[in-house]
């Protein structure tokens, strides 16, 4: 399955309140994953990488999905305190890209996504998530 349906199914399954924490190198897929996530969770909203912007938003029907990518960051510093806002809050779901840079405020209540590159179109996706969040990979192809 690609990256991009994957990604797609789990955006069907969330509810809000939400953390994903994306892990891969650069290039790995982390923003092809986060474009199905935000297509599946009903936006369509254009998805672009945040690494020059630090953050985007994406318009959902049910939440707004706040993208962050750290990778440009040797700390966290204002960026870490607007993602410790929106931790568990319903009316968001929170999309991590290079989360080592803000491990102290990201919660262990999370789904961590590891997209490790397999050749130059394909990725071995692992997904850890605590027993609460099991329902978004239920039923996934």
């Given amino acids: 399955m690609k990256t991009e349906q994957l990604a797609e199914q789990f955006g069907r399954k969330l509810r809000g309140g939400e953390v994903l924490e994306l892990v891969s190198d650069l290039g790995g897929g982390k923003t092809t994953f986060t474009r199905g996530l935000v297509r599946g969770a009903g936006s369509t909203d254009k998805v672009g990488s945040p690494t020059f912007t630090l953050s985007r938003e994406y318009t959902a029907p049910k939440f707004t999905i706040v993208h962050f990518d750290f990778y ?6 204002i960026m870490g305190d607007e993602l410790d806002e929106l931790v568990g809050d319903p009316a968001y779901v929170t999309v991590v890209e290079w989360g080592d840079i803000v491990r102290d405020v990201l919660p262990e209540h999370r789904v961590t996504v590891l997209l490790n590159r397999t050749g130059d179109e394909t990725r ?3 997904i ?10 239920e039923d996934i192809a």
């Fill in 72 to 77: 440009r960051l040797g700390e966290a510093g």
């Fill in 124 to 126: 071995h996706v692992t």
């Fill in 128 to 137: 850890s998530y605590p027993p609460t969040m099991a329902y978004i990979i």
